[in-house]
């Protein structure tokens, strides 16, 4: 069974930072696309970040320069460092992995930051 697992969530003041770290059982995050996706209240879930594990990533452009994803494969870990956060940035957090062995997309249970201002 599959389980991504998020941590790092908390409240912090703009200007702040957080680092949220996603935890994977069952699955290789080697043979994964990794990304981070949120979802504000009223809002509709959206991407933050995808990394195909080539190196190649994709950001929103809301947090481009501001938030940085990596991951540790021999750790099946993907992290989130987020710098500058805004109100705005205020969401749950949620870690998706795309097996791609398999083709199947998992996600974690998210995990809430809010930033105040």
């Known amino acids: 069974q599959v389980q991504l697992v998020e941590s790092g969530g908390g409240l912090v003041q703009a200007g702040g930072s957080l680092r949220l770290s996603c935890t994977g059982s069952?699955?290789?995050?080697?043979?994964?696309?990794m990304g981070w996706y949120r979802q504000g209240p009223g809002k509709q879930r959206e991407l933050v970040v995808v990394?195909?594990?080539?190196?190649?990533?994709n950001y929103a452009d809301s947090v481009k320069g501001r938030f940085t994803i990596s991951r540790d494969n021999a750790k099946n870990t993907v992290f989130l460092q987020m710098n500058s956060l805004k109100p705005e940035d205020t969401a749950v957090y949620y870690c998706?992995?795309?097996?791609?062995?398999?083709?199947?997309?998992?996600w974690g249970q998210g995990t809430q930051v809010t930033v105040s201002s």
């Open positions: 990394e195909t594990g080539g190196g190649v990533t």
């Open positions: 069952g699955i290789r995050f080697s043979l994964s696309t």
């Open positions: 998706n992995a795309l097996f791609h062995p398999l083709g199947r997309t998992y």
